[in-house]
């Protein structure tokens, strides 16, 4: 959505059911993202974007490539872009 010419936020939640060859258990994966975008420039800007996820009954895919046994994870970026 933009709020302005330079503002610009998103936002997305995604879902994803498993199952297991031999269980009966389903897994279930939901990851709520968030993100807003500045723009100085038509070239250059700065980004944060955050993004939650939890798990039940399976392990942690992982946001990025971190997966695990942890039934939550939060993860926070932010920078500043250049394009040529």
Not at 23 to 41: E, I
């Amino acid at each position: 959505y933009n709020i302005t010419p330079a503002l610009k936020l998103t936002t997305s939640v995604l879902q994803s059911r498993s199952s297991f060859i031999g269980s009966a258990v389903t897994g279930k994966v939901t990851q709520l993202n968030l993100g807003a975008d500045y723009f100085f420039s038509k070239r250059t800007d700065v980004y944060l974007n955050t993004a939650f996820q939890r798990t039940s009954n399976m392990y942690s895919p992982g946001i990025t490539t971190a997966p695990g046994a942890d039934k939550s994870q939060f993860i926070v970026m932010t920078g500043i872009r250049t394009t040529f």
